[in-house]
T-cell receptor, first 114, second 119 residues
Framework: NAGVTQTPKFRVLKTGQSMTLLCAQD?????MYWYRQDPGMGLRLIHY???????AKGEVPDGYNVSRLKKQNFLLGLESAAPSQTSVYFC?????????????FGSGTQLSVL | AQKITQTQPGMFVQEKEAVTLDCTYD???????LFWYKQPSSGEMIFLIY??????QNATEGRYSLNFQKARKSANLVISASQLGDSAMYFC????????????????FGPGTSLSVIP
């Protein structure tokens, strides 16, 4: 069972460079999320998706873009990386269930922007 | 505005004792869900428990229970018989489900509480 897979696990960028983080899930979940985690601030929602082709802004969307062309994949893009985007990025997926909902998380991506 | 509040940045508990981690939330939605996740030093996010807003019974999962007080907008996590392996960060989270369908369901997290279990 692969669950939620994030690639890459680690990346170092220079200011101004671009990159894409890939999240893949094999559970046929409708919902997918991208969070960033910084010390003392918990997980903050960047962007999320409620289905193929549908995305929405979260709490901290500036400087990021997303795409969900296929139901199983959710891509997070940084067009021009900044040091403030140094963080741990988590992807998660879920299906909507009022009775027993659960977010499944990837193992995270450590991104450093120099 | 902060929608999930966890007022205890750090907590200590003696092994085998029970501990309560506080969580309050702010929402005007009628339908919502509340989660607790554990994050050990390894960094993985581990699901502990979920409570739907319409569920009148407190959720329980083994040693974990969620003390849901809807009128107070409180969803505290109770860990019974603490173990050394319970030392970790604990995050409260909420799924918001807007009644007006101009936005979508989303899940937001609180800042977390660091729990240390003392032998």
């Amino acid at each position: 069972n692969a669950g939620v897979t994030q690639t890459p696990k680690f990346r170092v960028l220079k200011t101004g460079q671009s990159m894409t983080l890939l999240c893949a899930q094999d559970m046929n979940h409708e919902y997918m999320y991208w969070y960033r985690q910084d010390p003392g601030m918990g997980l903050r929602l960047i962007h999320y998706s409620v289905g193929e082709g549908t995305t929405a802004k979260g709490e901290v969307p500036d400087g990021y873009n997303v795409s969900r062309l296929k139901k199983q994949n959710f891509l997070l893009g940084l067009e021009s990386a900044a040091p403030s985007q140094t963080s741990v990025y988590f992807c998660a997926s879920s299906r909507r269930d009022n009775l027993n909902e659960k977010l499944f998380f990837g193992s995270g991506t450590q991104l450093s922007v120099l | 505005a902060q929608k999930i509040t966890q007022t205890q940045p750090g907590m200590f508990v003696q092994e085998k004792e029970a501990v309560t981690l506080d969580c309050t939330y702010d929402t005007s939605d009628q339908s919502y869900g509340l989660f607790w996740y554990k994050q050990p030093s390894s960094g993985e996010m581990i699901f502990l428990i979920y409570q739907g807003s319409y569920d009148e019974q407190n959720a329980t999962e083994g040693r974990y229970s969620l003390n849901f007080q809807k009128a107070r907008k409180s969803a505290n996590l109770v860990i019974s018989a603490s173990q050394l392996g319970d030392s970790a960060m604990y995050f409260c989270a909420m799924r918001e489900s807007p009644l007006m369908k101009t936005s979508y369901d989303k899940v937001i997290f609180g800042p977390g509480t660091s729990l240390s279990v003392i032998p």
